[in-house]
């Protein structure tokens, strides 16, 4: 993870902390989120051995970023929101990051996962990633999507190669 990345999301954990364990924070939100018309959504906070957590924090961080700074504004505290530069590259991370999220949730919804499904789902994962890196302006992202690729890439060779991963694919 790259340092910009490091400091967005300590200060997404320090924020949601703080709306998580202040009383008079979540009743603001909350109000706030009222007055607006909105559903009365919770911050998620991230877990550190969960990598979509960490996705969910910041997709619901960016979901609730008007509400969150105007409940923000009018409590007396120095916690701060994301700048808008910080949000543009967490959206960019986020869209990047969405098609993990759907294959995770894909390979944990079954109660018996099938091997047939791994080398299809990092070849789309692979194809997800070169569209989305073709979409983004934010260098952040672009980073962060090369890495993902070269990452992506080893494991597919390598689980390609396994005769059981094809076979069980093929068959499937």
């Known amino acids: 993870m790259t340092p910009v990345l490091c400091d967005i999301r300590a ?9 998580r ?11 706030v989120l009222r007055q607006l018309g909105r ?16 996705y969910h924090m910041l997709q619901r961080l960016v979901d ?10 009018s409590l007396n505290t120095e916690i701060t929101t994301q700048t808008s530069a910080e949000f543009t590259t967490i959206s960019g991370c ?12 894909e390979l944990s919804e079954e109660k018996n996962v099938s091997g047939s499904k791994v ?26 999507g090369e890495h993902l690729l070269r990452q992506l890439r080893e494991r597919l060779h390598t689980l390609q190669s396994m005769s059981i991963m094809s076979l069980a694919t093929l068959l499937d």
């Open 11 to 19: 200060k997404a954990r320090k924020l949601v902390g703080y709306f």
């Open 21 to 31: 364990s202040s009383t008079l924070a979540k009743e603001k939100l909350v109000s």
């Open 39 to 54: 559903p009365t959504l919770k911050l998620l906070q991230e877990v550190e051995t969960r990598w979509n957590s960490t």
């Open 64 to 73: 609730l970023r008007e509400p969150v700074g105007a409940a923000l504004a």
């Open 94 to 105: 986020l869209s990047l990051l969405s098609g993990f999220n759907d294959a995770t949730i």
């Open 119 to 144: 080398v299809p789902l990092l070849k789309m994962l692979e194809q997800m990633l070169h569209e989305e890196m073709a979409k983004t302006a934010v260098a952040v992202a672009k980073e962060m």
